[in-house]
Each structure stands twice: as structure tokens, then as C-alpha cells.
Nanobody
């Protein structure tokens, strides 16, 4: 499967962005999906995860209450709504398939989110 993340950009602190990730290729609806991010000079970290039917979601403590992950299986798309952004949210954001709780497959190019103070 190929995953194309988009929707990043430059936003002021306190602002919002909505990321999208469109899948092509194999079946999308049967798999959990996740968002991860990598800030400059830091390790890639987990942000959010959604199960195959959208009924269960998980979030990193750092984004809980501010970010919302969702999916539309008919469109083979997973979303990440990001509100109340802070400069600490600046990173490249990646979407990926999650199997047994672990990222699986290619990371792709990601989409850059820059939050200015």
C-alpha cells in the first residue's frame, strides 16, 4: 500500500490544521492506522492511532485533548485534526499502517507542520 500524507503547513501557535492521509493499493479498511511525528533532532514518536473501524482511538499524552484522529474507509483516508497547536508540535507527520500495535510498512514522505510562536 502507498500512503500519501498532506495538509501540513505553517500556522501560528494556537491555530489548527487538518492532516489527511490517502491510501492506495491493498484493502485499507481492515487495518489500524496511526500518525507519528519526527521533530528536528529528535526520534520519531507516536501521536495517535485508530482501529480498523474507527471505534477505538489512542493518543500520546502530549496531544490528548488537542488532536483527533478519524478515518473514512470509503475514501481510504485517515485524518488528524490538530487544534491548539504549539511550537512543540513542529515536526514532519507521517501516517502508517499499524499491526499488533507496531508501525508496519514504508514511512513515506510525511507532511511538514511548522508552528510559529
Amino acid at each position: 500500500v502507498q500512503l500519501q500524507a498532506c495538509g501540513g503547513g505553517v500556522v501560528q501557535a494556537g491555530g489548527s490544521l487538518r492532516l489527511s492521509c490517502v491510501a492506495s493499493g491493498r484493502t485499507f479498511s481492515g487495518y489500524d492506522m496511526g500518525w507519528f511525528r519526527q521533530a528536528p533532532g529528535k526520534e520519531r514518536e507516536f501521536v495517535a492511532r485508530i482501529n480498523w473501524n474507527g471505534g477505538t482511538t489512542y493518543y500520546a499524552d502530549s496531544v490528548k485533548g488537542r488532536f483527533t484522529i478519524s478515518r473514512d474507509n470509503a475514501k481510504k483516508t485517515v485524518y488528524l485534526q490538530m487544534n491548539s497547536l504549539t511550537p512543540e508540535d513542529t515536526a514532519i507527520y507521517y501516517c502508517i499502517t499499524v499491526i499488533n500495535g507496531n508501525p508496519f510498512g514504508s514511512w513515506g514522505q510525511g507532511t511538514l507542520v511548522t508552528v510559529s510562536s
